[in-house]
């Protein structure tokens, strides 16, 4: 099974430059996710992450939680 790997993108904007990652399994395939934000919508502003102890049902399933 391949693994998740994290890409990283960086562009300008009114003279700073940013960044961020995509997860994603290839280069090609970074690329082709990339593409698809051209399709983005806005959600909302985020204001908390809440972390969440992993639970039986998540280690059951081997995810944390994090």
Known sequence: MNKLKTYMFTY??????YGFT???????EALDRLKALA??????ELVAKIPVAPSWLSRLFGRTGA
Not at 12 to 17: A, F, L, N, R, S
Not at 39 to 44: E, V
Request: net charge negative; charged share 35%; no cysteine.
């Open 12 to 17: 300008p904007y009114k003279g700073d430059e």
């Open 22 to 28: 995509i997860p994603a399994y290839s280069e090609e």
């Open 39 to 44: 399709f983005t919508k806005y959600d909302g």
